[in-house]
């Protein structure tokens, strides 16, 4: 099976490249080269992304802008995350490819995320970077309806674990940026009250899911969209404490935690971020919160100790 993955340098594509490379032929595409066996690909030519779905059995595709970025140029971030992934998925269906997964986030559906979320919930999230990836999704899933191919999208919570290769965009995610913190100075520092619930998911748990899609028999064209979230739904205090903790059981050292103070009337809502249909759909929904933090430290200890290597 030849298995393309977009953004396969990026954060999440380059755990994806190294997990399933381990069983199948996985390639790795780039807007940017970076060596010769890579796959290049230009979203602005037809040509280009014919060529990288050519052979392929799966596109995984990751490559996006990401929120900040998203924000700061709106119309940006619908020609890369919605006109670009609509070119990609054209390519694909015409080079016979058989799945297309497609990479969204959890934000699509509302800011802030509270309650209980689950697929059945409207996605109505104006933020450009959340309304432009539910306009990629459109595109999928229409063609997908059509029976032109087998697509299928991933809402995506908060994802967290070390970079398969190294990564500088990778280090303004909660999780990341506190366990580095922790090995270079020594304090963990919350840029807010710490009230606030998330979502998080170990990246190890994303890349499995994404295997289990690769592997999986065809489903209902109805029925292609799913929430890959954990059932760990903290506050970023919590997420702190147990940053402190973990690094307390590594090396006896209990590191102060630093918040902002919270607004009045500020509270911590409720939050839901249900993946139960991605369960009945066979998925084993575990997850090692622990072994990915260790992992993670592992990877700060190696690049950002001032003696570290």
Known sequence: MEILVTGGYGYLGARIVRHLGDSMSVHAASRQPRNTSQTV???SSPDSLQKACH???VVIHTAGINASESAADPVAAYE?????TGRLIEAAIKENVRRFIYFSTAHVYRSPLQGVIDENEPAVNLHPYAASHRAGEEILRYVTSLGKIDGVV???SNAFGSPAIENSTCWHLLINDLC???VTSQELVLYSSGLQRRNFIPIETVCRATAFFVNRSSSAPSDNVYNLGSSWNPTLREVAELVQQRYLARTGTKLPIRTASARQGESSADL???SRKLELAGFQNDYDIHGELDSLFRYCESHF?????
Do not use: C, P
């Not at 890369?80 to 670009?84: D, L, P, Q």
């Not at 100790?305 to 290597?309: A, F, I, L, P, R």
């Open 180 to 182: 580095r913190q922790a």
């Open 55 to 57: 052979g392929k059995s």
């Open 41 to 43: 690909v230009d979203f």
């Open 154 to 156: 991933l809402r995506l």
């Open 272 to 274: 839901d971020y249900s």
């Open 80 to 84: 890369v995350n919605a006109v670009a």
């Open 305 to 309: 100790m001032k003696n570290g290597n």
